[in-house]
């Protein structure tokens, strides 16, 4: 058996292996770079059909119309109202981790934190409203996640919220118009 290796062997793999490696580390970092969020953009229609709704009045938006930039995403809702006809309100939330406030019903205010989740591909909002209730204080909790799918037809909005009064879920399905 003979054990001797060729000259310059040992070099050659070193100077084939330093640029794949390097080229590998490259294109992991920019792949990371370049993994590109969801545009929740455009005018979207309530699907009841496909949501699941948790007990008590519905009060999602039956319409969205969504606008949204680097670093803004701006809302415009459609909900119902409670005599039967329908409210219109307007949002905005900031795309960078910072609180935002926007009005809520009753004279409160919405804070909302808004963060991408690690793989980009869902919008998370963390949101509480404080309002007096009869003298009372009383404060909601409120998490969304929002998924499109990758056509880019629908938009579902996963909804947790947590009170004094308990706790509720929903699953919230939008048609792209």
């Known amino acids: 058996m003979n054990s001797k290796k060729r000259p310059g ?15 590998f580390v490259l294109l992991s970092l920019l792949s990371g770079s370049l993994i590109a969020q969801p545009d929740f953009s455009g005018s ?9 709704l ?10 969205m119309t969504i606008n ?15 005599d039967g006809g329908e409210m219109k309100r307007s949002e905005k939330y900031t795309l960078d981790g910072k609180e935002s406030v926007n009005k809520g019903m009753m004279d409160s205010s919405i804070k909302t934190i808004t963060t991408w989740s690690d793989n980009k591909k869902e919008l998370n909002f963390a949101k509480a409203i404080v309002f007096d209730m009869n003298g009372e204080k009383m404060e909601i909790k409120i998490t969304d996640v929002w998924i499109i799918s ?10 947790a919220m947590s009170s004094s009064m308990g706790d509720t879920n929903q699953v919230l399905v939008y048609d792209k118009k």
């Open 9 to 23: 062997s040992g070099k050659r793999l070193i100077n084939i292996s330093l640029p794949v490696l390097f080229a």
């Open 44 to 52: 979207w229609t309530f699907n009841e059909s496909k949501s699941t």
């Open 54 to 63: 948790g007990e008590g009045p519905m009060m999602s938006a039956t319409s």
């Open 68 to 82: 949204q930039q680097a670093d803004l995403i701006s809302i415009d809702l459609v909900q119902p109202s409670f």
């Open 150 to 159: 990758d056509d880019g037809k629908t938009l579902t909005v996963k909804s």
